[in-house]
């Protein structure tokens, strides 16, 4: 199973970019998905995560400004991120939880950049 990222770039506070991770390779099913991130020198943290009926969790820090849904179809989860600031700038991971024949196994993106200009 491989998560493909993109969507990230270079931003101006207060703008908007949408994340997007694709999973591909031998899935029977993806129960939750998610999107982390690190900033230098900071731990990874949960931004926001989606199961595969539809409930959301988000960080609190967020203050409403992002937005998680996905495709169960693509197998793809995007992550909407608007009014952003310079402390969003970090490195974005999407996760999934794919299950295959009874074993469910936590499988991680490459990681994509998102940098936010003052």
């Known amino acids: 199973v491989q998560l493909v990222e993109s969507g990230g770039g270079l931003v101006q506070a207060g703008g908007s970019l949408r994340l997007s991770c694709a999973a591909s390779?031998?899935?029977?099913?993806?129960?939750?998905m998610g999107w982390y991130r690190q900033a230098p020198g900071q731990q990874r943290e949960l931004v926001a995560a989606i199961t595969s009926g539809g409930t959301t969790n988000y960080a609190d820090s967020l203050e409403g400004r992002f937005t998680i849904s996905r495709d169960n179809a693509k197998n793809t989860v995007y992550l909407q991120m608007n009014s952003l600031k310079p402390e969003d700038t970090a490195v974005y991971y999407c996760n999934a939880d794919v299950s295959n024949w009874g074993r469910r196994e936590t499988y991680w993106g490459q990681g994509t950049q998102v940098t936010v200009s003052s």
């Open positions: 390779g031998v899935i029977l099913r993806i129960d939750t």
